[in-house]
């Protein structure tokens, strides 16, 4: 922890030097800084002996082949229209789309993010993807019925209709908007700009503006369809690269038996004197963890993920915008399970790589490198604790976990497999992006721009949209310092650490607003309003009272040394549905236009328009676009679980609007083959569960 006022200014000016235009020219074409000059020379020698021609011909194919693909699709549905561009025409089958939730997850962050997080602390990091095997079929089950039904295209949409007002929806927008900035953009550029560099020996920042460069191009031009059938390719890409990478590993390693004790031996050769910061964990196998010293505590990862995990899969526009794209609710769903069978790839494919790299390369010379006798960098590498030694290494003085994949791949592939996992990392790169850019766009353009200009036609927001990603790549990137220096140096702590301080309020008012007919607007603004300003003021206290360094006595205020951030996600969705609950209760009761149709209790049988409408937006609630009016609109009586959830009403009702109706309605067949498959998929969670316990 650096508590002295010079050092704290030192360390902030020296990452604003970096965007300064002297600072950045000299950094990219090798400027006066002799430790980056050495670090990035050492590199490059090391490269010339890893990268040939072989390498860039597996790169460049990959990127013809992903262009190729994003022209086809985006060729596919008319890309001048609303729901053409922000909903892929709302006709995607649910491999795609299946495929896009995964991709869209499992972007280059989550590469490194996991991987070294896995390095750091071993397998337990792992509940956090397989946790969203349950939060995804939810999603599927419960939300999006209630969001087509709905007829919205955005999330704050949906707050809007429900509870009325203008307010939570502009503050929603504004808070989904810097999520992704904090958590998303930035930390996807980042992680796939530092695997550039690790691998390729190319400046951050410079590797950061060519990603920008290409990936901005099919998704400002293509929308959302052109993003998901090209996430398609990228996980089919992602998936073979990690397989053979982890085969290589595992083969290197000695196999999966020896996995445990390599690691347990993965002690770097330089050591801070009398601290044990340097010590791989003795419950790295272990998926569940003590409840008050653990670092991923098993209470927090049951209940407090879960808050997060509802955030993320069924009220995040990234997320839920892929499931509304679908032909109808059992696409959706069938898409649900196999993102979710995919989930439960990253603990072989990508933590237990990270943890073979750190026992592989954590410094000391002859230990574990029996086909490599020589080290990208003459120091300690992954699991290096020494400050100055960490940044020789990797820029960061609290540590280099998150070189852990990159460096795995640039010592063990050979010969063109080098240049396909390079790929595969800018597949999950590219994948996360676009997903992100477009979702981004469309809350910007449908929630915000509207508002401005009440009168704007279809081309306008088309141009609106595009322009608001490159917006949002400007602030993404000047957020990449910071990232360098976060939590450890581990960049997966970091995203989930802000999402808990932000995420579960907004958790909160949209299971409150769901599945309690009872919530009205004051309750739901003033429950935003009171967990923004608690959960700014923990996250502000993380970035003022950093994690101390190995070896300097951790000095930070009891609520943050003493309560983790999954246990502060609890208590902070606990209190937001309180202040909900209690002001919900203590005013007036939302109309009933604000109810029917746009809870679970009142899901119609009617249909839903394709289309997405420019009416104007005002401060009264409206329901449903094409919503009928009349006994047939009304609930079904009767209703038990297992008929709302397995076995769908088998009498459509016709609408008298003209426009064409989206039934939210599902075939008995189909319905039934998704229930059987979300049983066997949770049968499956659940004996992974047990066997890493």
């Known amino acids: 922890m650096i508590n002295h006022p010079n050092l704290l200014t030192s360390r902030w000016s020296q990452h604003f030097c970096r965007f300064t235009p002297c600072c950045f020219l000299h950094s990219v074409l090798g400027g006066s800084r002799t430790q980056t000059m050495e670090r990035n020379a050492t590199i490059t020698r090391s490269l010339s002996a890893h990268f040939n021609i072989s390498d860039i011909i597996v790169i460049v194919a990959y990127f013809v082949l992903n262009v190729a693909v994003g022209i086809w699709s985006s060729c596919r549905v008319s890309r001048n229209t609303l729901s053409g561009y922000f909903l ?7 491999w795609p789309i299946g495929a896009s939730l995964f991709a869209s997850s499992e972007g280059s962050g989550l590469f490194i993010g996991l991987a070294g997080t896995g390095a750091a602390g071993g397998i337990a990091v792992a509940g956090f993807e397989w946790n969203a095997t349950y939060i995804l079929l939810a999603l599927a089950w419960i939300f999006v019925p209630v969001y087509i039904s709905s007829g919205i295209v955005t999330m ?4 809007q209709r429900r509870f009325g007002g203008e307010r939570i929806q502009m503050y929603l927008s504004g808070l989904s908007l810097l999520l992704s900035v904090f958590t998303k953009i930035s930390t996807d550029l980042y992680s796939g700009a530092l695997f550039v560099q690790v691998c390729l020996g190319w400046n951050l920042y410079l590797s950061t503006v060519l990603m920008l460069v290409v990936t901005a191009m099919y998704t400002i031009a293509g929308g959302l369809a052109a993003v998901i059938y090209t996430d398609a390719l990228q996980t089919v890409i992602m998936i073979v690269g990690a397989i053979v990478l982890t085969i290589t590993a595992f083969n290197e390693i000695g196999g999966y038996q020896n996995l445990e004790k390599a690691y347990a031996s993965a002690i770097p050769a330089l050591v801070v004197p009398n601290t044990t910061c340097h010590l791989p964990r003795s419950d790295a196998m272990h998926l569940f963890r003590d409840p008050v010293s653990g670092d991923l505590p098993w209470t927090g990862m049951t209940f407090g993920l879960t808050i997060l995990a509802a955030w993320y899969w069924c009220t995040d526009q990234v997320i839920v915008q892929r499931s509304l794209s679908a032909k109808n609710l059992s696409h959706a769903k069938a898409g649900s399970i196999l993102a979710s069978y995919l989930k439960m790839l990253p603990m072989i494919f990508i933590i237990m790589p990270g943890m073979i790299s750190r026992a592989l390369y954590p410094g000391r010379k002859g230990t574990y490198e029996k086909k490599h006798q020589t080290s990208m960098y003459r120091t300690d590498a992954v699991g290096c604790v020494v400050p100055e030694e960490c940044v020789k290494v990797c820029g960061a003085e609290v540590g280099c976990s998150n070189i852990a994949y990159p460096k795995l791949v640039i010592e063990l592939m050979p010969s063109g497999l080098r240049g396909l996992m390079i790929a595969v990392m800018m597949a999950a790169l590219m994948s996360s992006l676009t997903s992100i850019f477009n979702s981004s766009s469309t809350l910007f353009t449908m929630d915000i ?10 081309k306008e927001l088309l141009l ?11 602030i993404s990137v000047v957020w990449i310092p910071i990232l360098q220096n976060a939590n450890s140096g581990q960049l997966y702590v970091y995203i ?3 999402t808990s301080y932000l995420a579960p309020p907004v958790t909160a008012v949209f299971g409150l607003a769901v599945f309690w007919k009872r919530a009205n607007e004051q309750g739901a603004f003033w429950g935003l309003m009171v967990g923004l300003v608690v959960g700014l003021v923990r996250m502000t206290m993380e970035f003022v009272y950093p994690i101390p360094r190995c070896g300097v006595p951790d000095e930070r205020p009891s609520i943050l040394k003493d309560i983790h951030y999954l246990h502060f996600a609890i208590i902070l969705c606990a209190l937001t549905v309180g202040v909900v609950v209690g002001i919900s209760l203590l005013s007036e009761p939302p109309l009933h236009a604000q109810v ?10 009617g249909r839903s328009p394709p289309e997405i409408t420019l009416r104007k937006v005002s401060t009264r609630s409206h329901s449903a676009p094409g919503e ?8 079904p009586r009767g209703r038990t679980w297992s008929t709302m959830l397995c076995k769908p009403p088998t009498e459509p009702v016709e609408s008298s609007s003209p ?7 599902e075939e008995p067949f189909w319905a039934r083959v998704c229930c059987i498959n979300a049983i066997i998929l949770m049968c499956v969670n659940v004996f992974f569960y047990a066997y890493f316990a």
């Not at 704050?156 to 707050?159: D, G, K, V």
């Open 659 to 665: 426009i064409q109706q989206r039934s939210i309605q």
């Open 449 to 458: 721009w509207r508002k401005i200009r009440k009168n704007a036609n279809e």
């Open 464 to 474: 609106v949209g595009r322009i608001v990603t490159v917006v949002l790549v400007i």
């Open 496 to 498: 989930q650490s802000v």
């Open 156 to 159: 704050p949409e949906y707050l």
């Open 596 to 605: 029917k149709n746009l809870t679970w209790w009142t899901i119609p049988r």
């Open 628 to 635: 009928i009016d009349g006994p047939a609109n009304c609930p």
């Open 88 to 94: 892929a025409g709302r006709n995607m089958a649910w």
